[in-house]
C-alpha cells in the first residue's frame, strides 16, 4: 500500500524534482568557455616566391593568430623570427619533419640516431623561433617493430634529449596518428607519465583517431592537463577525409571537453594549403566549428 506523503517526504521529493529539472543546464552555465586561438601548419600559407613577412602578412590578414613550422625545412629563421615580430603572428610550434623517415622506434640504431639528431635540431629551432613545444610522432609499429619495441626504443631516445628541453624551456608533445601505436587514451595517458616529466604532453589530433572507436571528446576529458595543443582536419567513419566541420569530430562536445579540462590556447588546422582565398575558407571553417564566428 502506498502510504501519504508526509511534510518531509514532499519536500525531499520536490527538491530532487528541482535537481533534475535544473541541474544539466546548470552544470552546463558552469562549464568554462575555452579560449582559442586560430593557427595553420605554415607550409599550408602558399605565396609564389613569398617572404617569411610576406607570408606571415598572409597568415594575418587571413585571421591566423599562430604558425607551426617544419624542422629541418624552414630555412631563414632569423627573418622568420623578424617577420613575426612586425606582424604579431606567432611561431607557437615546430614539428619535427623526419619522425616519420628516422624514427626513433627504428631497429638500427644508427637511423634512431639520425632521428634523435633532428628531435634536438627542432628543440633547438623551437627556442630560437620563440615556440613552446615540438611535436613529435615517438615512432612506428610495422613487420619490423613490435608495440613494445616502439614503446621501449622510442622512450629510451626521448629520455636523451629531455635534459635539453628543460634548459630550453620547450616541450615534448606526442602526437596520435596512423602508425598502428598508441590508439587509445590510456595508452597516451601511460606513454606521457612514463617519463616523469613537464616536458613530455600530449599533442591530440581530434581527428585521426576517430577511426580507432573513441571520441575525441573522450580522450580530452582522459588527457587533461597532459593535452598540451590539438590540430584537426575532418575525418568522417563513412567518407573518410572531408572538410573541417563536415567530420564526426562533435565540436561541440569537443569544446566543451576543451572547457571541462581549462584549456586555452592553440588550435591548429592540418589541411590541404593554398592562397589566400583559400585559407580565407579555411579560417571561416574554423570559425564556424571553434565557435568563434561572430
Given at each position: 500500500?502506498?502510504?501519504?506523503?508526509?511534510?518531509?517526504?514532499?519536500?525531499?521529493?520536490?527538491?530532487?524534482?528541482?535537481?533534475?529539472?535544473?541541474?544539466?543546464?546548470?552544470?552546463?552555465?558552469?562549464?568554462?568557455?575555452?579560449?582559442?586561438?586560430?593557427?595553420?601548419?605554415?607550409?599550408?600559407?602558399?605565396?609564389?616566391?613569398?617572404?617569411?613577412?610576406?607570408?606571415?602578412?598572409?597568415?594575418?590578414?587571413?585571421?591566423?593568430?599562430?604558425?607551426?613550422?617544419?624542422?629541418?625545412?624552414?630555412?631563414?629563421?632569423?627573418?622568420?623570427?623578424?617577420?613575426?615580430?612586425?606582424?604579431?603572428?606567432?611561431?607557437?610550434?615546430?614539428?619535427?619533419?623526419?619522425?616519420?623517415?628516422?624514427?626513433?622506434?627504428?631497429?638500427?640504431?644508427?637511423?634512431?640516431?639520425?632521428?634523435?639528431?633532428?628531435?634536438?635540431?627542432?628543440?633547438?629551432?623551437?627556442?630560437?623561433?620563440?615556440?613552446?613545444?615540438?611535436?613529435?610522432?615517438?615512432?612506428?609499429?610495422?613487420?619490423d617493430v613490435t608495440y613494445?619495441?616502439?614503446?621501449?626504443?622510442?622512450?629510451?631516445?626521448?629520455?636523451?634529449?629531455?635534459?635539453?628541453?628543460?634548459?630550453?624551456?620547450?616541450?615534448?608533445?606526442?602526437?596520435?596518428?596512423?602508425?598502428n601505436f598508441i590508439t587509445?587514451?590510456?595508452?597516451?595517458?601511460?606513454?606521457?607519465?612514463?617519463?616523469?616529466?613537464?616536458?613530455?604532453?600530449?599533442?591530440?589530433?581530434?581527428?585521426?583517431?576517430?577511426?580507432?572507436?573513441?571520441?575525441?571528446?573522450?580522450?580530452?576529458?582522459?588527457?587533461?592537463?597532459?593535452?598540451?595543443?590539438?590540430?584537426?582536419?575532418?575525418?568522417?567513419?563513412?567518407?573518410?577525409?572531408?572538410?573541417?566541420?563536415?567530420?564526426?569530430?562533435?565540436?561541440?562536445?569537443?569544446?566543451?571537453?576543451?572547457?571541462?579540462?581549462?584549456?586555452?590556447?592553440?588550435?591548429?588546422?592540418?589541411?590541404?594549403?593554398?592562397?589566400?582565398?583559400?585559407?580565407?575558407?579555411?579560417?571561416?571553417?574554423?570559425?564556424?566549428?571553434?565557435?568563434?564566428?561572430?
Amino acid at each position: 500500500m502506498n502510504r501519504p506523503l508526509g511534510r518531509r517526504d514532499f519536500l525531499r521529493t520536490t527538491a530532487a524534482a528541482a535537481a533534475a529539472l535544473t541541474g544539466p543546464y546548470l552544470c552546463g552555465a558552469e562549464v568554462k568557455k575555452p579560449k582559442l586561438k586560430k593557427a595553420v601548419k605554415y607550409g599550408m600559407v602558399r605565396l609564389e616566391g613569398g617572404t617569411h613577412l610576406a607570408r606571415l602578412e598572409l597568415a594575418k590578414r587571413c585571421g591566423f593568430q599562430g604558425v607551426e613550422i617544419d624542422s629541418p625545412g624552414t630555412s631563414d629563421l632569423d627573418a622568420l623570427v623578424k617577420a613575426s615580430k612586425e606582424t604579431g603572428v606567432a611561431i607557437h610550434g615546430v614539428v619535427d619533419s623526419v619522425h616519420w623517415r628516422d624514427t626513433l622506434s627504428h631497429p638500427d640504431e644508427k637511423i634512431r640516431a639520425k632521428g634523435l639528431d633532428a628531435l634536438r635540431g627542432a628543440l633547438e629551432d623551437a627556442k630560437t623561433v620563440g615556440a613552446d613545444t615540438v611535436l613529435l610522432v615517438p615512432g612506428v609499429v610495422n613487420k619490423d617493430v613490435t608495440y613494445q619495441q616502439c614503446y621501449e626504443r622510442s622512450q629510451a631516445e626521448v629520455k636523451k634529449v629531455l635534459p635539453l628541453a628543460e634548459k630550453l624551456k620547450v616541450k615534448i608533445a606526442i602526437e596520435v596518428v596512423w602508425n598502428n601505436f598508441i590508439t587509445k587514451p590510456e595508452q597516451l595517458i601511460q606513454y606521457v607519465d612514463d617519463f616523469k616529466s613537464e616536458y613530455v604532453g600530449a599533442y591530440f589530433d581530434c581527428s585521426n583517431m576517430i577511426k580507432y572507436g573513441v571520441a575525441p571528446a573522450d580522450w580530452i576529458r582522459k588527457l587533461g592537463k597532459r593535452m598540451l595543443k590539438f590540430d584537426f582536419k575532418g575525418y568522417s567513419k563513412s567518407k573518410e577525409w572531408v572538410a573541417i566541420g563536415e567530420g564526426d569530430e562533435n565540436w561541440p562536445d569537443v569544446l566543451a571537453a576543451l572547457g571541462e579540462i581549462g584549456y586555452d590556447g592553440w588550435a591548429t588546422a592540418e589541411v590541404g594549403g593554398g592562397g589566400e582565398e583559400h585559407l580565407k575558407k579555411i579560417a571561416a571553417q574554423m570559425d564556424k566549428v571553434l565557435g568563434l564566428a561572430q
